[in-house]
Nanobody, 126 residues
Framework: QVHLVESGGGSVQAGGSLRLSCVVG????????VGWFRQAPEKEREGVAT????????YYADSVKGRFTISQDSTRTTLYLEMNSLKPEDTAMYYC???????????????????WGQGTQVTVSP
């Protein structure tokens, strides 16, 4: 069974930074389209950033572009999300996901992804 574990969440003040990590249990599952999603209370899970590993292309939601950076280690077993200039509206549970549809990687669509981590909480205070 695919196993993903996120870490690095926490509480920061607006303008601060956090770096999230996601360890993928099987190395093959870290290939293709992988990404980060987030879900705030009473809202649907939304795409934050994805990376199409076969090509190296990265994609970002408009709300985080220029502030967040998605990346992977060389073995593709760990996925990262560097978050800078955090805002209160970034407060959410953040999930890593793998098994996305390669052709739709840039669309950041939740339903395209097969495997999910348990989530790590990010709280940004004003």
């Amino acid at each position: 069974q695919v196993h993903l574990v996120e870490s690095g969440g926490g509480s920061v003040q607006a303008g601060g930074s956090l770096r999230l990590s996601c360890v993928v249990g099987g190395y093959t599952y870290g290939r293709g389209c992988v990404g980060w999603f987030r879900q705030a209370p009473e809202k649907e899970r939304e795409g934050v950033a994805t990376i199409w590993t076969d090509v190296g292309n990265t994609y970002y939601a408009d709300s985080v572009k220029g502030r967040f950076t998605i990346s992977q280690d060389s073995t593709r077993t760990t996925l990262y999300l560097e978050m800078n200039s955090l805002k209160p509206e970034d407060t959410a549970m953040y999930y890593c996901a793998t098994g996305g549809l390669d052709s739709n990687c840039g669309k950041l669509q939740r339903l395209d992804f097969q495997y999910w981590g348990q989530g790590t909480q990010v709280t940004v205070s004003p």
